[in-house]
Structure formats: structure tokens, C-alpha cells
């Protein structure tokens, strides 16, 4: 039993890193319809940046933030570049375009005089600490990740929900030129929501590098597929299911490789988003909005 | 025998009543137009006897055959055919293949005579290219049969929705404000090219439309639709003076001088 | 039906010209082994991508997965040549009818629950099977020894040469430049350009949406089914995201709904980034990656539509229908107002 709850509470940690990455694919998702194949990747900087500060000896919440301003920075780079020429073109062609900034970001990183393409072993700046409570053991990395989570996506719904920015982001993401007629800068919010979607993950990256403390350059691909993956299990656009899905996500992972197996994981995870899919065609959350006829 | 019956026809939205208790009896051969303010649910009692939303309650009968839960494609080949308010084309393929498409289910080949270009291809390629020809032909867009539908003027592609539609060989045809977009002097063609279709492919036609011009020259009797439920029905002379009708389309208080 | 010329005979003759000119190159040494290496792969990729263009370019169904059917179509194919074959034609034969068929039935059976899905939820479901299938071919040595898991399947045979991939690369072109002229056809193309009013016309979007679906499948099966008597050996990594990326980047950069773009940049991007090895040379052998990244992102912001955005070759565009007068020209350009 203790086993479970164990497992049960690092299938919880999981997805909460998942659940930062995932947000971000759901938000870009919302306000522009695209799915930035390039998330993961910008995930993975997240932790090299991470990795650096823990090397340099930077106090753990200072490599969160750094993490986060890198990681705004660069979304709001490729934004530009990459993706709003393309924005009224065919959806694929910017879906193209972000598979392109992706393999740009895992080659370039992998180049000797940037990262490298070796593995790296994060040297973390926290010891880890057990506790017990009421039978179960809880490490403080798994506390910090909870912590950490739990205040961005409060404060993410305070931004969108409770500030005129938030107000913007929600009238672009139903229809660009109406908020532009009202008067919104739609360029400069979009850039916002990139800029926030890609420092949330950049902290997942940090917090990743923590928990789990072997990066390199290609790691972002798979957790970036499985958050993605999460964002639509949840309801695409739809930012409360972006968490869900990735708790969901990260919970049959983890018991998957617990109690099934290891090697499977990968292959039971997806063959449950399927399985939903196939209930609930537009995500758990989803609303299925019909079309027009 | 009517063509169409439609009897207590009701459609929920969540809540919203969209159709309510609608009903309609189509003989071979009308032509009866459906009007009604925007929003009164008349594209969604389309949908409805198209198979495109489920019935909430409520019976269609076409031909005296119930066709409730039929799937759409099912209803189009039983012979039912219609034209969208937004004009729905197959933009990028040609005039003609928007055409050609629809005589896929009467089509007398199978995949392996399609892959393989057998003799059975040709001969069936080519009574199909010439049936769509000259439908195109009386809708006077064939020379144009190889120019990309979203190439066409706008008249045109509303011409050839109506081509496409007709091409399935129907009994029922639904028009979905066919003049919607359309100058006084295109308005007068459509009626008589409604009148024509009516004669020439022996359908019966239903209609939506807001313009008067098209409603009071060509339909023979009309269903006025407010608010899901249906407030007049008659000739179009008694509809033009009803004033329920007039309410339903200016708001109370207004009164023809 | 009405014709300038026979395009039939046209692509033929065509091929022939084609398969001279290659065949004469690579009998004088003009094309040494390492480059006919390249040009097998490029017509093995050629065929799989030709799979995806059916159900992406021309059917409009996103599927990020494609890469599941050219594996599975590989290693049923390569299992039954290394188990019986052992080099024998006729097994070779059966092995190739094996993979193509792989890939269809498997098409077949996740196709059908999973088409009626809308796009970006499709093309995740597909992407998941595709992650499945990477993860089922990693472990398959469990279950069946001889297919090798991660470390990959050894022991296949070199069967398949320039002459009978140029033939099958032929083959498929005119299998998908028929199969798109056909009524079945048009039926799927419709289905892209919209499908509540394909419905609405009578067509059986489920039955074509599968149809187009299976069709692709094959495709890539018989691809994959080729590539195991080509190279010495399969590996799970050849057969995952990456290489539906691939071909996807193939389909969208050539131009959707077009069989002359498929190909031209099949072939082309496979030259490109084996070129590129060639060309940078050892040291700069790292910048292969950037390069062909930077490369994607500024054609498609160049190109958006793609290379061939819905247009083909003359002789692979359907016939005229139309007599000579009344064909599209200046003449007739302004279309008139009809009705």
C-alpha cells in the first residue's frame, strides 16, 4: 500500500511538470491555433539554463526565474520569426514551421561550442530531505514542484481571469480581428501569451533538471509530445484541462512503469489518450463545438 | 402521395428550442419557400430533414418512408439534395468534378477498375463526363468546366451549387437562400431558373430565402418560421398582408401605409 | 475521353528515359555506391511519402503517424525473408504482398475508430500510434525473437536493386495518379475540401475517409517492405516520429494534394541531407542538423503553399475535357456573367 500511495505521489510530480509544459502548448493552442511543436525544446533550454545556474551556484528559485525570462525571451523571438508570417497562411504551414525550430533548437544545442550532445548530470543545489507523513515518504523536490505549480497556475488564472491583459488574451484567442476592432493590440498579445507560455516552460525545465537530474539536448522531445498529448486529453485551448491532462498523463505513466512495465510505459500512456479520444472525441474537457452548417 | 412529410418536427439546443413543433407537406411539384427573421430556424429545419443534426422529436417522411436517423450521405442518395446558406463547394477541384463527385454512388466501377484505368473505367468515366457536361450545359457554366470553383464569380458558384445539387438526380431539392448576394437583375435569372429546374428536372423545391423578389415571383405557397415555430402558412399573396408575419419582421407597432 | 495525347504513354515513355539515363550513369561509375545508396533510399521514401499524400494531400486527414505502417510493413516483410525466404524470389514476392498487406489491415483496424476524429485530434491519435509501434518493434524480440528489439533485426538479404525500386517507385505514381482520376477519387478529394458537403452529396465520407486511409498504408507497407530487402538491417529508430516527421515535411514542402511535389521532394530531400554530409565534410559534419532545420523554416515561410501547392506536371494532370475552343485561355478568362 505504501508502495502505491508512493508511486501515486511520483506520478504526481510527473505531471505536474508535465502540467507547466502543457499549459503552454494550450495557450499558444487557444490563441492562435497552432500546435508549437518547439515547446519541448524550449523545455529543454529551461534545464540547461538550470543546469548552468546550479553550476554557478545560484539558489534554486533564482534559476527558476532565470530559466523563465530566457525561455519568455526565446518565445517571443521565434514567435516573431517563425510564426506570425505565417499566421493567416495554411495552419500546417506554421505547423511545419515550428517542426523546423524544433530540429533547429535540438541541432544548434547539440553543437560542441553550445551545449554538446552529451548527457550532463545536474548537480542540484537542494538536499534532498525526506518526510514522513502518515506513512508515506515525501521528498521536499516533490513539495518545491507542487509548490511551485500550484502558484503559477494561480497565478495564471489571475491573468486571465482578473486583468484587462488576461481580458485581451481571452478576445483574441475567439476571433483576431473583432479584438482588433475593439481596439487590442492582438501582435503584442499574442506575444505576452508566448512570452508566458514559454517561461512557464522553462521553469517545468528547471524543475525537471531537479528532479530528475540527466539533461541533454534531445530530452525534450518526448516529454514535449506527452504534454502535448496532455493538453488535448484535457481539451485543447482549454487551460484548467492542460492540468488535468498532464496529471493524468503523469499518473498512468508513473503506475504504468510501476506495477505493468517499464519498457511499455510509453506505448500504455498513449494507448490511453487513444482510448479517451475515442470516448471523448474533443478531450475531457473539451467542448465540442459543432460547426456551422 | 406527398414527396416530404414533415410532422411535430422539434430540435433542442441544450435548452434552446430551436425548432419547435414545425410542420410541412411537400406535393410533387411545388415549390413552397420557408421564410422567416434571421435566427428563426430555418436553415436548422434544413439540417434536420438532411440528416446533418439528430431530431430531438418529431417525424420526416420522404416518399412515405421514414428517413429519421438516416445518416446524411444516406438521405442524398434516397434522393433529397440541397444547397448552404455560406455556398459549401469542393473550392479547389474543378467545376466539373464538383459535379462528376456527386455521380460517385450511381458510378459502375469499383477501386480495382479505378487503380487499374480498365475499359470499364473508360466507357464509365466518360457517361458520367458527358451526363455532368450537360448539366452544367443547362446551367450554362460549361464552359467553364475546368476552372477551379473558387475561381468563379459569385453568381456563378451559387449556380453551380445548385448544378452540383441537381447532378444526384433528386426529388426533393432544398435551397438554401439560393439569391442571397444577388443583384435585382441576377435576382429575376434565379426565378426563372428556379421555374426551369422545377419544369425540367421534375423536383420538387423547397426554399429559404429573404428576398422578397424571389419569394412572391416563384414560390406557390409559403411556411413562415419565427422563433422555431411556425406562425403562417398560405399563398404568398395572404402571407404579404398577415400581421403576424409583418411583427415577426419589423417588430409590433409597425403598420403598412 | 477526349485527349491531346495518351498521358498513360507519355509517363511511361517518360520512366524509360529516365531509367536509361540512371542506369547509364550508374554502369559507367558516374554514380558510385555511396550516391545509388542515396538514390534507392530516395525511392523508398518516394513510395512511403506517396502513402501519406493519399491520406493527407489529397484526403486532408492529418496523420502524424505514418512512419507505423513503413515499420511494420518492414519487419513483417524482412521477418519472412530471414524466417523462409532465405533469398528465394518467390518468398521474396509473398514477403512484399505480407508488408503491403501489413500496412493496409493495421491502417484498416486504428483507421476505422480513429478517422472520425477532427484534424488536431487525429493527428495526436496517429502520433500515439505511432509512439506504440516504435515502442511494440523495441520489445518485439520478446515475443518473437528473430525481430531483434532495440538493438534491431540483422540477417536480411539485398534483393532489391535500383532496376525493381524505380519500377515499384513507377508503379506507385500511377497507382495514386489513377486511383485520384477515378470517382473513388474525386469522392476522397472531396472529402478535404469539405466534408459536411461531400456528405450532403451522398458520399460515405466514413467508407473514403478509411478507403484513402488503407490505401496509404499499403503504400508505406510495400515502402517498408522494399527497404528490408534493400539494407542489411532494421532498426526500431528508423520507423518512429522522426521519420513521420519526414515524411510529412515531404508531403506539406511539395505541395499538398500534388503527386508531381511528393515526389520531386522526396527525392530532393533525400539528396539534400545525404548531400549534405557528403558536401560539409567531417568537421562540419555536426551542422548538418542546423542546416536542414534552417532550411525547412525558410522554404516554408518562402513557400507556404508548398513547392507544387496543388498543381501537377502536364502529363500527370487530368485530361481536357473540353474541346480545344472552349479550353480555359485568355480568351475566355473573364469568364463572362452566364446564368
Known amino acids: 500500500m505504501h508502495y502505491f500511495l508512493a508511486e501515486v505521489i511520483n506520478g504526481l510530480q510527473l505531471g505536474l511538470v508535465y502540467a507547466l509544459i502543457a499549459l503552454g502548448y494550450t495557450m499558444v493552442y487557444g490563441i492562435v491555433k497552432l500546435i508549437n511543436f518547439a515547446h519541448g525544446d524550449v523545455f529543454m533550454v529551461g534545464s540547461f539554463v538550470g543546469y548552468f545556474c546550479f553550476m554557478a551556484g545560484v539558489p534554486w528559485p533564482v534559476a527558476v526565474l532565470a530559466a523563465m525570462a530566457v525561455c519568455a525571451t526565446l518565445g517571443v523571438v521565434i ?35 553550445i551545449f554538446g550532445p552529451d548527457y550532463r548530470v545536474v548537480h542540484s543545489p537542494l538536499q534532498a530531505v525526506n518526510w514522513n507523513i502518515g506513512g508515506v515518504t515525501v521528498t521536499n523536490i516533490q513539495v518545491m514542484i507542487l509548490a511551485v505549480v500550484v502558484v503559477m497556475f494561480a497565478g495564471l488564472q489571475y ?74 486529453l484535457g481539451g485543447i485551448g482549454i487551460i484548467p484541462g492542460a492540468v488535468l491532462g498532464a496529471l493524468i498523463m503523469g499518473q498512468v505513466e508513473t503506475m504504468t512503469a510501476a506495477f505493468l512495465s517499464s519498457t511499455l510505459r510509453d506505448a500504455i500512456a498513449f494507448g490511453v489518450l487513444i482510448l479517451v479520444l475515442l470516448i471523448r472525441p474533443s478531450g475531457i474537457l473539451g467542448k465540442n463545438r459543432p460547426e456551422k452548417v | 402521395m406527398p414527396v416530404l412529410e414533415v410532422r411535430g418536427l422539434s430540435k433542442d439546443f441544450g435548452g434552446l428550442k430551436a425548432v419547435n413543433n414545425f ?78 463527385t456527386v ?56 449556380r453551380l451549387e445548385i448544378a452540383r445539387a441537381l447532378a444526384g438526380e433528386p426529388k426533393v431539392l432544398l435551397l438554401d437562400e439560393p439569391a442571397a448576394g444577388m443583384n435585382p437583375s441576377e435576382v429575376g435569372k434565379l426565378v426563372e431558373l428556379i421555374r426551369f429546374i422545377r419544369n425540367h428536372f421534375q423536383v420538387t423545391i423547397l426554399l429559404i430565402e429573404h428576398q422578397m423578389g424571389v419569394v412572391m415571383n416563384v414560390c406557390e405557397r409559403l411556411e413562415v418560421l419565427d422563433f422555431g415555430e411556425t406562425i403562417a402558412a398560405g399563398r404568398p399573396e395572404e402571407i404579404r398582408d398577415n400581421p403576424k408575419v409583418l411583427e415577426a419582421y419589423l417588430g409590433k407597432g409597425v403598420t403598412v401605409a | ?124 491519435a496517429t502520433l500515439g500510434f505511432g509512439i506504440i509501434v516504435t515502442v511494440l518493434l523495441n520489445n518485439a524480440d520478446k515475443v518473437i525473437p528473430i525481430l ?121 530531400w533525400v539528396f539534400l541531407l545525404e548531400g549534405l554530409r557528403f558536401v560539409l565534410g567531417q568537421q562540419f559534419i555536426d551542422f548538418r542538423g542546423v542546416i536542414y532545420a534552417v532550411l525547412l523554416v525558410v522554404v516554408i515561410l518562402l513557400r507556404p503553399q508548398g513547392l507544387f501547392g496543388g498543381k501537377e506536371i502536364g502529363f500527370l494532370r487530368p485530361p481536357s475535357v473540353l474541346k480545344p475552343a472552349l479550353r480555359p485561355g485568355k480568351e475566355n478568362s473573364h469568364a463572362g456573367i452566364g446564368g
Open chain 2, 103 to 158: 455521380f460517385h454512388p450511381k458510378i459502375k466501377y469499383g477501386l480495382v477498375d479505378a487503380i487499374l484505368h480498365t475499359r470499364r473505367y473508360h466507357a464509365e468515366e466518360e457517361r458520367v463526363t458527358a451526363m455532368s457536361m450537360a448539366l452544367l450545359e443547362t446551367m450554362s457554366l460549361a464552359d467553364r468546366a475546368e476552372m477551379q470553383a473558387m475561381n468563379l464569380p459569385y453568381g456563378d458558384q451559387r
Open chain 1, 79 to 113: 514567435e516573431k520569426i517563425a510564426y506570425r508570417p505565417l499566421r493567416y497562411a495554411p495552419k500546417i504551414a506554421a505547423l511545419i514551421s515550428a517542426l523546423g525550430v524544433s530540429l533547429f533548437l535540438e541541432y544548434f544545442s547539440s553543437l560542441k561550442f
Open chain 3, 1 to 124: 475521353m477526349k485527349r491531346k495525347y495518351n498521358q498513360t504513354l507519355v509517363i511511361l515513355i517518360g520512366a524509360a528515359v529516365v531509367y536509361g539515363l540512371l542506369k547509364a550513369l550508374i554502369l559507367t561509375g558516374m554514380i558510385g555506391d555511396y550516391w545509388q545508396l542515396i538514390l534507392d533510399e530516395a525511392l523508398i521514401t518516394t513510395i512511403g511519402a506517396l502513402g501519406l499524400s493519399i491520406i493527407y494531400g489529397f484526403n486532408g486527414q492529418f496523420s502524424l503517424g505514418q512512419a507505423a505502417f513503413y515499420g511494420m510493413g518492414a519487419y513483417t516483410a524482412g521477418a519472412i525473408t530471414k524466417a523462409y525466404g532465405h533469398g528465394n524470389w518467390v518468398w521474396f514476392a509473398g514477403a512484399l504482398i505480407a508488408g503491403t498487406l501489413a500496412g493496409a489491415v493495421v491502417s484498416y483496424l486504428i483507421g476505422r475508430p480513429i478517422l472520425r476524429l477532427r484534424s488536431d485530434y487525429l493527428g495526436i
Open chain 1, 159 to 232: 491573468l486571465i481571469h482578473r486583468t484587462k491583459v488576461g481580458t485581451a488574451m481571452r478576445a483574441v484567442s475567439f476571433d483576431h480581428d473583432a479584438a482588433r476592432l475593439m481596439g487590442i493590440n492582438v501582435d503584442g498579445v499574442i506575444s505576452i501569451t508566448f512570452a508566458i507560455a514559454t517561461a512557464l516552460a522553462g521553469a517545468g525545465g528547471v524543475l525537471y533538471a531537479i528532479a530528475y537530474p540527466e539533461i541533454w539536448t534531445f530530452m525534450g522531445i518526448m516529454p514535449g509530445l506527452k504534454a502535448f498529448t496532455a493538453a488535448v
Open chain 3, 148 to 268: 531483434g528489439g532495440a538493438i534491431g533485426m540483422t540477417g536480411l538479404r539485398h534483393m532489391v536493386g535500383f532496376d525493381l525500386l524505380f519500377l515499384f517507385t513507377v508503379g506507385s505514381i500511377f497507382v495514386v495518379r489513377n486511383f485520384i482520376q477515378s470517382s473513388p477519387g474525386r469522392a476522397v478529394v472531396s472529402i478535404r475540401e469539405d466534408e459536411i458537403a461531400a456528405d450532403a452529396m451522398g458520399i460515405d465520407t466514413t467508407r473514403y475517409k478509411t478507403m484513402a486511409f488503407v490505401l496509404g498504408g499499403a503504400l508505406s507497407g510495400l515502402a517498408g517492405a522494399l527497404y528490408a530487402h534493400r539494407y542489411p538491417y532494421l532498426n526500431p529508430s528508423s520507423f518512429d516520429w522522426l521519420q513521420s516527421v519526414n515524411f510529412l515535411l515531404i508531403v506539406v514542402l511539395g505541395g499538398l494534394g500534388s503527386i508531381t511535389g511528393t515526389v520531386v521532394t522526396a527525392i530532393g
Open chain 2, 23 to 100: 410542420n410541412l407537406t411537400l406535393e410533387e411539384g411545388e415549390i413552397v419557400g420557408l421564410i422567416g427573421p434571421n435566427g428563426a430556424g430555418k436553415t436548422t429545419v434544413f439540417n434536420l430533414i438532411t440528416g446533418i443534426f439528430p431530431v430531438t422529436s418529431g417525424e420526416i417522411r420522404f416518399l412515405d418512408r421514414s428517413i429519421l436517423g438516416l445518416k446524411p450521405y444516406k438521405i442524398a442518395q434516397l434522393g433529397i439534395a440541397r444547397t448552404f446558406q455560406n455556398i459549401r463547394l469542393f473550392k479547389q477541384c474543378s467545376v466539373l468534378d464538383n459535379v462528376r
